[in-house]
């Protein structure tokens, strides 16, 4: 049994709402399990521009760095949207990502059978629901290499000046490649056991360094069956079979392109959870896919249930409890299957549609029977 220490977030919009239910859901894992949680509730995004005048004060972001791990509702509004980049609420997010040194974005693209509707591919690809992790390498590649803007001197075959040529370069080493990998390998051994490692092989040196790696790492993991596919075809894939894939792990501009794709394919924001993880060891941040929602802010009517799952990951990636993590996510299954919604996930014959205090209780009225 141990105490873990949890830097709670609750930032903006909605973000206050589904992380007090998220809390109330891991009071009674703790009261279940004998565990406990101490809970710090920690200022960031636009309430800290409000209150401290910047979006992540230097004392929230030491309670982050010395906790187990952080829960994380959302962050930004329209109040804020005319501040300049680094004083925005979304600067917290970029500040947090990198002083806790998180390398891995985990996203969990679930579709529950019972919510086989609201996925907008037709029903019978989708059946059996789907279950996705897509592991996205977080601070390297592309988005974090060389660029540049400059007057280029060429000129096209026809004759044309070029004009102004920007350039954008990808880089990936051997290490960051391993780490990312490890954490997919690991997953993968976590669940169904198969890992489809996402590349552009045919065209990038960077792709092909990813092969290598891949292909010495993966001998140590001899019971994940490893299947490598080039991102245009995952990308139709994902489409034509989303029940078969288990773990996807790939570079940082595929990985935010494809798991938008897979989210997209469950159809509804709020039930989509993500982690973020560094070094194992060091505490890894845990929040909703979805943003602080300003247009149902207050009403009481937020899907808690993405910051429910993003807590289960929690339990699972950070505290090493990942019984207590699959109790959550079957207590939410439990609830579905019984027909309750909140309006985010409701269709037109639903007759059992929640508020987010209620849905929170159904989540915990199910955890208990486990
Ligand atoms: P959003 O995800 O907040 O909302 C999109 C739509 O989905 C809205 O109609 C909203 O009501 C609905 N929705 C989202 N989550 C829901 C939930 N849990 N339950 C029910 N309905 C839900 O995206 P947006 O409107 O583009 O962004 C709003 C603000 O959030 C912006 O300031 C944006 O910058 C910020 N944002 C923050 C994060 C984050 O903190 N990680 C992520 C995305 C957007």
Redesign the pocket.
Same mark, same amino acid.
């Given at each position: 049994m141990a105490v873990f220490k949890i830097a709670v977030i609750p930032?903006? %919009? #909605? /973000?206050p709402e @589904?992380t007090r239910s998220t809390c109330e859901v891991l009071n009674k894992v703790a009261q279940k399990s004998g565990n406990g949680f101490l809970f710090t509730e920690v200022s960031a /995004?636009g309430i800290a521009i409000d209150t401290f005048g910047e979006p992540l004060p230097e004392k929230s972001l030491q309670i982050a760095k010395d906790s187990d791990a952080v829960l *994380?509702?959302? @962050?930004?509004?329209?109040k804020?949207?005319d501040l300049p980049g680094r004083s925005r $609420? +979304?600067a917290a *997010?970029l500040g947090l990502r990198k002083e806790l040194a998180l390398y891995a974005n985990l996203r969990l693209a679930i579709l529950f059978p019972e919510l086989k509707c609201a996925s907008p591919l037709r029903p019978d690809l989708v059946e059996n629901g789907v279950d996705i992790l897509i592991v996205r390498e977080l601070t390297g590649g592309i988005y974090f290499g060389k660029r540049g803007l400059e007057k280029s001197e060429e000129c096209l075959s026809d004759g044309t000046p070029k004009g102004m040529e920007a350039f954008d370069v990808e880089t990936y080493s051997e290490a960051e490649i391993e780490r990312i990998l490890r954490v997919g390998f690991t997953s993968a051994m976590q669940r169904r056991k198969n890992l489809t490692v996402v590349d552009k092989a045919n065209i990038l040196e960077t792709s092909r360094l990813w092969r290598k790696v891949t292909e010495r790492v993966a001998s140590e993991y001899p019971e994940v069956s490893v299947e490598f596919m080039y991102v245009d075809n995952a990308s139709m894939q994902l489409l034509r079979r989303p029940g078969s894939f288990d773990v996807i792990v790939t570079s940082n501009m595929f990985g935010d392109i494809l798991s938008d794709e897979a989210g997209m394919i469950t159809g509804s #924001? %709020?039930m989509l959870p993500s982690a973020s993880l560094g070094t194992p060891g060091t505490p890894g941040m845990y +929040? $909703? @896919?979805? %943003?602080?929602? $300003?247009? #149902?802010a207050g009403k009481g #009517?937020?899907? $808690? *249930?993405? =910051?429910i799952l993003s807590a289960a990951m929690m339990l699972r990636y950070s505290l090493g409890l990942p019984e207590e993590g699959e109790k959550i996510e079957k207590a939410v299954g439990a609830v579905l299957r019984q027909g309750y919604r =909140? =309006?985010?996930i409701a269709s037109s014959s639903d007759a059992n549609v929640l508020g987010t205090k209620e849905m929170t209780e159904k989540v915990i009225e199910e955890y208990e029977k486990l």
């Open positions: 930032g903006d %919009g #909605i /973000g @589904v /995004g *994380l509702g959302a @962050v930004g509004g329209p804020w949207d $609420p +979304e *997010l #924001i %709020g +929040e $909703p @896919v979805h %943003g602080s929602a $300003p247009d #149902i #009517i937020a899907n $808690p *249930l993405a =910051t =909140t =309006t985010d």
